[in-house]
C-alpha cells in the first residue's frame, strides 16, 4: 500500500492562475480531508469528502475554494484566481473511518 | 469553541532527560485526543490516541479533564525522538484540529 499520494508536491503559479493539486487516498478508504498549513500555523481543517459528496466544507474559503471527490479518480483542490495569501502547504488525508486518519506528503504552493 | 493550546513552540532538552510537550484543548463533550509527529522529511503521522492508552516508543500523554489537558510525555528523551509534535482534537464533524505544534529538539 503505497500510502495516501498528493501531487504535485511543489506548485508555482502566478496572480490570477488556478491551482489543481490532486490527492489519491490509500486503497479501501472512502474518506479524504484537505487540511491548509500556514507558515508558523498547525494545520486547518478545509473540507471533508467521501465519494461525490461532500460532507463537511466549513473550513473552506468561501470564494474561489472548491474540492471534489468523484466515484473514479482522485480529490481535487481547485483554487480559482490565486493571490499571494493562498501561498502555503496542503495536505491531504484518508481514513476509513473518522479520526485515524492517514497523511500525504503534502503540496507546497507558491503564488508569485 | 473547540481549541486546542501549544503553548511552548520549541522545546530543547539533552538526551537522556525527561520531557513534557504540554497541550490544553477547549471541547464540549467528550473529547478524541491525539498526538501526531513530523519527523524531518517525512510525512505527518499518528503517534497515539488517548483512548488506547498505549506507549508508543516510550511516549504516554494522560488525559486529564479537570485540566482540559493532554500532556505528552517520555522519561528519557533520545536524539531520535527530535521531531514536531502536534496536539489534535477530533472535531465534531470527524475533521482533526490541530494545535500549532512544538518543536522537540534532543541534544546529544
Known amino acids: 500500500n503505497a500510502g495516501v499520494m498528493q501531487n504535485p508536491r511543489h506548485l508555482v503559479r502566478r496572480r490570477g492562475q488556478e491551482a489543481r493539486l490532486r490527492c489519491s487516498p490509500m486503497?479501501?478508504?472512502?474518506?479524504v480531508y484537505w487540511y491548509r498549513q500556514l507558515p508558523e500555523e498547525g494545520l486547518k481543517f478545509m473540507v471533508y469528502?467521501?465519494?461525490?459528496?461532500?460532507?463537511?466544507e466549513s473550513g473552506m474559503p468561501k470564494e474561489r475554494f472548491s474540492a471534489e471527490f468523484p466515484k473514479e479518480g482522485p480529490s481535487i483542490l481547485r483554487i480559482q484566481q490565486v493571490v499571494r495569501g493562498d501561498s502555503a502547504a496542503y495536505f491531504c488525508?484518508?481514513?476509513?473511518?473518522?479520526?485515524?486518519?492517514?497523511f500525504g506528503p503534502g503540496t507546497r504552493l507558491t503564488v508569485t | 469553541a473547540q481549541r486546542v493550546t501549544q503553548p511552548e513552540k520549541l522545546l530543547s532538552v539533552f538526551k537522556g532527560a525527561p520531557v513534557e510537550l504540554k497541550c490544553n484543548y477547549s471541547?464540549?463533550?467528550?473529547?478524541?485526543l491525539f498526538w501526531y509527529v513530523q519527523y524531518s522529511r517525512q510525512r505527518l503521522q499518528l503517534l497515539l490516541r488517548?483512548?488506547s492508552r498505549e506507549s508508543i516508543k516510550g511516549f504516554t500523554a494522560d488525559l486529564n479533564k479537570g485540566e482540559t489537558s493532554f500532556h505528552l510525555k517520555k522519561p528519557f528523551a533520545q536524539e531520535e525522538d527530535s521531531a514536531m509534535y502536534y496536539c489534535?482534537?477530533?472535531?465534531?464533524?470527524?475533521?482533526?484540529?490541530f494545535g500549532k505544534g512544538t518543536k522537540l529538539s534532543v541534544k546529544p
Open positions: 488525508a484518508s481514513s476509513r473511518n473518522s479520526y485515524e486518519q492517514y
Open positions: 486503497k479501501g478508504h472512502s474518506h
Open positions: 469528502l467521501q465519494k461525490e459528496n461532500i460532507i463537511d
Open positions: 471541547y464540549s463533550g467528550s473529547p478524541e
Open positions: 488517548h483512548i
Open positions: 489534535v482534537l477530533g472535531g465534531s464533524q470527524g475533521n482533526l484540529i
